[in-house]
């Protein structure tokens, strides 16, 4: 007699359980423990987020209002004590600007506050035009004008001058128009620096009432901007993969050119004050200060990135926290014992080997950064 299928089938588990030496009441079930690693992101991500990001915007906000006094000084007072007190205060709030590029998303890429504070390069024919044809300047004149004769360069090259030779400028050589232009430059500056502190801390939309402050897309994840930690996680991780790339690979590679006769100072970005070998630095420490979690006036320790690593490959924590301390000291020594700007040392036979370790530094940290620690969130029991 044939047995149908069914039959067969059912013979057949009973066969398996008798000779695993039980039966289907006493089969324990199988446990599959989990392949990756665990870890708690909410503690990283609210101080990365109020300490780090938004602290900085404060930061960048209080130093902008100081900034644009400085620059009203010089307006009513012009000497060469108002004139050195207004360029010191343009390199001290360069510092936060260049170091919260490690994390440029959200309000300063959705307000476009990054044009309007920080396009590069300078229309310098414009702006020359403009102060030949205008009789003044006021903030709500400046606001029409393009990106490119605004913010941080036309405020450098009206104080600094054009940079070719020295990074000094005497007070009998700044106009009193270009005194009311830099005033009236510095005003707008602070109010968008304003918007983006508020837009991280009041609402991102100032247009409706009803929305958060961005912050809370970043505390609070499952959101329309963020589903989740690893959500957040990624975004923080691919800020400091982009800062790292475009300095490494744009402003320090594109004006170094290929070999010392393909170079282009025209690209120097912050040429006319020679701050660029600073904001270089600057850059990377701010993708320092995301990894640590804190900053350098910041003495005690706090949670960062480097803590989300070590949960999964602690000798590869040590190695990217290693990295980039290397990468910044490897621009910091670019300028040499004669204390070459940037825009010379391009063109510096000796210095040319040091902005070569530069970069080297620099593509060694983004490949980790892309290759291993992007990786992780693959591995992560979210």
């Not at 300490?51 to 620059?71: M, P, R, T």
């Not at 004590?81 to 890429?109: K, M, N, S, Y």
């Not at 020359?128 to 004769?149: H, M, R, Y």
């Not at 994840?221 to 690893?230: E, I, K, Q, R």
Request: hydrophobic share 40%.
């Amino acid at each position: 007699m044939l047995l149908k299928t069914s039959t067969l089938a059912l013979l057949a588990v009973l066969l398996l359980l008798s000779a695993c030496g039980g039966s289907s009441s006493d089969t324990t079930p199988v446990i599959v423990e989990p392949t990756g690693f665990t870890f708690d992101a909410t503690p990283m991500i609210t101080n990365l987020t109020n300490d780090i990001i938004v602290q900085g915007y404060s930061d960048l906000n209080a130093k902008a209002e100081l900034f644009h006094l400085s620059a009203l000084s010089l307006l009513n007072s012009p000497t060469e004590e108002t004139l050195l007190a207004t360029q010191l205060a343009w390199q001290t709030v360069r510092e936060p600007w260049e170091q919260g590029e490690a994390h440029i998303f959200g309000p300063v890429d959705a307000l476009s506050i990054d044009p309007h504070l920080d396009t590069w390069p300078l229309n310098t024919s414009d702006l020359e035009s403009l102060l030949a044809t205008q009789n003044g300047f006021n903030a709500d004149v400046i606001k029409l004008f393009n990106d490119d004769v605004q913010g941080f360069h036309t405020m450098e090259f009206l104080l600094f001058g054009d940079g070719l030779t020295d990074n000094t400028k005497a007070i009998n050589e700044m106009t009193a128009l270009e005194r009311e232009y830099l005033a009236a430059t510095a005003e707008v500056f602070r109010e968008y620096t304003q918007s983006l502190f508020d837009a991280w801390t009041i609402r991102h939309d100032a247009n409706d009432t009803d929305s958060s402050p961005y912050k809370d897309f970043l505390l609070t994840p499952g959101n329309d901007f963020y589903a989740s930690d690893l959500g957040v996680v990624e975004e923080l991780i691919n800020g400091m993969i982009g800062i790292v790339d475009e300095v490494g690979n744009g402003k320090i590679s594109e004006p170094f050119g290929s070999d010392i006769s393909s170079t282009d100072t025209s690209l120097v970005e912050s040429q006319y004050s020679w701050n660029s070998l600073a904001d270089f630095s600057n850059n990377i420490q701010g993708v320092l200060n995301v990894y640590l979690g804190r900053t350098p006036t910041q003495s005690s320790a706090d949670i960062g990135l480097i803590d989300f690593v070590k949960a999964a490959d602690a000798p590869l924590a040590d190695r990217v926290n290693t990295e980039i301390s290397t990468a910044i000291d490897a621009i910091n020594s670019i300028s040499g014992e004669n204390n070459l700007p940037f825009r010379q040392a391009i063109n510096n036979a000796d210095a040319r080997v040091r902005i070569q370790a530069a970069i080297d530094a620099l593509g060694v940290l983004q490949t980790s950064l892309e290759s291993d620690v992007l990786t992780l969130l693959k591995k992560w029991n979210v």
